[in-house]
Structure formats: structure tokens, C-alpha cells
T-cell receptor, first 115, second 111 residues
Framework: GAVVSQHPSRVICKSGTSVKIECRSLDFQATTMFWYRQFPKQSLMLMATSNEGSKATYEQGVEKDKFLINHASLTLSTLTVTSAHPEDSSFYIC???????????FGPGTRLTVT | RKEVEQDPGPFNVPEGATVAFNCTYSNSASQSFFWYRQDCRKEPKLLMSVYSSGNEDGRFTAQLNRASQYISLLIRDSKLSDSATYLCVAWGQTGANNLFFGTGTRLTVIP
């Protein structure tokens, strides 16, 4: 149980384009999903918290207009990196929390490379 | 000061050794605590939750000390497969702003 999927697992895009990453909880409902970014040899950095049916809460320093988050259902949240630049290249990981718990289950991550 | 602090290591221990990691947190409102392990270039995986009374899962024991605001993870009889980065997490009850990951402690178990 508690499986989270992410798609795509790897994406290479050109500078200026937008990329959408999907995060799905496969066998549970997740009121809350989180989006993280991790640069090589650095710790996870929380970008935003996504609550189903409401606007996402962004961490300080994360541009909400650049990283668009939509949590339209209890099993799906999407992160769209708009007008991507090479410095946005990173490992993006989502996590989902089963309703009523504080445990997070992580997706396998999406490795984004912007050329 | 970081909200959650961990010794980054690396800890290099021989197989069979016992190793302990500590993690301190600064937000006294934190209510839930967890240990995750992360393998290189992979996502974190939940290792265990940390309860006030302490809890054990096989070779792993987690402890919480609210007075001193630290949590610990003890690994007994280390296996080669235990090599990974161990992350501690402190989470408050009042929203995402109280969710903090430590930077992780790197463990390498040597044959």
C-alpha cells in the first residue's frame, strides 16, 4: 500500500518551454501533497504544499507564477514549470500524505534537464 | 539556525556494528517525527515514525526526547544494505510551514 507515482521520470526540454509533472497516489486518497526539489548532493527542499481543492502554499523564495501547482483531485497533483531555464534543472519529487496521517510517501521523482 | 539539524557524516562503519544518529529540531510545536532513508538518486522512503515512548522495528530503534528536542535512530548489526542517507523530519500540526527535513546523515557500511 501507499504507492505514489510520478510521471515523467525524466524529461529534457529546451529553455523557455513549460514542463508538467504529475504526481498520483495510487492506492490511497491524499488530501495533501508536497512538492520538493533536490539539487545534487543537497537536501530536499520543500517548494510547496498542495491541498486538494484549494490554492497551494508556497515556501519562501519559490515563485508561484513559475511553479504552477494544481491539486484537482484526492489522487492527483501536478507541477508545471513554466518558461524553464537551465537553473531549473533538478530532481523534483512529490510526496502524498494519506488523509488523517502525517506520514509522507514519496514518488520516484522526476529528473528535469533544461538545455 | 536550521530548523532541523543532523550531522552530515559520513559515518563509515563495519558490518555488524551498531551506529546511532541524532537529529535536533528547533520548533517546539513539532508534533510528528519520522526517519526516512534515501538511496543515491532515489526518492526518500519512510523508515519509521518516531513515537514519544520510543519504538523499535527489527534492528532499528527510534527515540524522541521532547525536553531536549532531539530524535535518534539506532541501527544494530549493520548490513551492507543499510548504506544510505538517513533523513529526519519534524512536522508540526499547524500546516506546511512546520514541515522540516534534516540535510541527512550519510552511512556507509563496510564489508
Amino acid at each position: 500500500g501507499a504507492v505514489v507515482s510520478q510521471h515523467p521520470s525524466r524529461v529534457i526540454c529546451k529553455s523557455g518551454t513549460s514542463v508538467k509533472i504529475e504526481c498520483r497516489s495510487l492506492d490511497f486518497q491524499a488530501t495533501t501533497m508536497f512538492w520538493y526539489r533536490q539539487f545534487p548532493k543537497q537536501s530536499l527542499m520543500l517548494m510547496a504544499t498542495s491541498n486538494e481543492g484549494s490554492k497551494a502554499t508556497y515556501e519562501q523564495g519559490v515563485e508561484k507564477d513559475k511553479f504552477l501547482i494544481n491539486h484537482a483531485s484526492l489522487t492527483l497533483s501536478t507541477l508545471t514549470v513554466t518558461s524553464a531555464h537551465p537553473e531549473d534543472s533538478s530532481f523534483y519529487i512529490c510526496s502524498a500524505t494519506p488523509s488523517g496521517t502525517y506520514e509522507q510517501y514519496f514518488g520516484p521523482g522526476t529528473r528535469l534537464t533544461v538545455t | 539556525r536550521k530548523e532541523v539539524e543532523q550531522d552530515p557524516g559520513p559515518f563509515n562503519v563495519p558490518e555488524g556494528a551498531t551506529v546511532a544518529f541524532n537529529c535536533t529540531y528547533s520548533n517546539s510545536a513539532s508534533q510528528s517525527f519520522f526517519w526516512y532513508r534515501q538511496d543515491c538518486r532515489k526518492e526518500p522512503k519512510l523508515l519509521m515514525s518516531v513515537y514519544s515512548s520510543g519504538n523499535e522495528d527489527g534492528r532499528f530503534t527510534a527515540q524522541l526526547n521532547r525536553a531536549s528536542q532531539y530524535i535518534s535512530l539506532l541501527i544494530r548489526d549493520s548490513k551492507l544494505s543499510d548504506s544510505a542517507t538517513y533523513l529526519c523530519v519534524a512536522w508540526g500540526q499547524t500546516g506546511a510551514n512546520n514541515l522540516f527535513f534534516g540535510t541527512g546523515t550519510r552511512l556507509t557500511v563496510i564489508p
